[in-house]
């Protein structure tokens, strides 16, 4: 799902700038020492999910994690994220330095908006809450930030409109796969390691 240069106008690109920056003042604040090795974790899983991707039109389809990443670090997903994108672009090409505040953004805010809603299930601790969790993470993360692509899209241009509307349907798989992941992964967590998680077993 990266947008890459060329694509977006400059009021879009610069709007993604601007929130991005806000969002990472925000996860920055919120940084500790002891939530460091997870961010780091987190930011690397998210890097090497979205480096299999398959192009589509000026955006891509690949594994995200934006809402596992989201629904255990909470703000502090816009710094991870983004750190995890500028590589990729510098390093592989993926999206663009122009592109990168408004790429973090829609990988970003879904899963600071997967916290808020999926954190409390996990508090609750039950295998079902704990699974409940995950799937709705994954498709709160993956839904947004298909829909934010392709609300930049038809921002931009009424001739990206078809493209807009691809990218949302070719990412109902990905929800399904990523929604199955995620809550593996967090009821794993639970078990072996549920301070990551910030619940007590």
């Given amino acids: 799902m990266h947008i890459s240069d060329g694509i977006l106008s400059v009021p879009v690109l610069v709007t993604g700038a601007i929130l991005t920056a806000g969002g990472t003042a925000l996860g920055l604040k919120r940084l500790r020492h002891e939530t460091v090795p997870q961010t780091a974790i987190l930011s690397s899983a998210f ?26 670090l909470g703000w502090i997903t816009f710094p991870a994220l983004l750190i995890a994108l500028f590589l990729q672009t510098i390093l592989f090409q993926f999206g663009g330095l122009t592109t990168l505040g408004v790429n973090t953004f829609n990988m970003a805010f879904p899963g600071v908006i997967a916290y808020f809603i999926c954190h409390p299930l996990l508090k609750i601790g039950k ?16 839904s ?15 001739g990206f409109i078809p493209v807009a509307k691809l990218v949302l349907v070719a990412h109902v798989p990905v929800i399904i796969i990523e929604a199955i992941i995620t809550a593996v992964i967090l009821n794993f967590l639970h078990k072996a390691k549920p301070e990551i998680l910030g619940v007590d077993k």
């Fill in 47 to 72: 890097f090497v999910a979205s480096l299999i991707h398959v192009p589509l039109g000026p955006s891509s389809v690949h594994l995200i994690l934006n809402g596992l990443a989201g629904i255990i």
């Fill in 127 to 142: 295998p079902h809450s704990i699974t409940l969790a995950g799937i709705l993470a994954a498709v709160i993360g993956i």
């Fill in 144 to 158: 947004l930030a298909g829909l934010f692509v392709a609300l930049e899209l038809v921002f931009t241009g009424q």
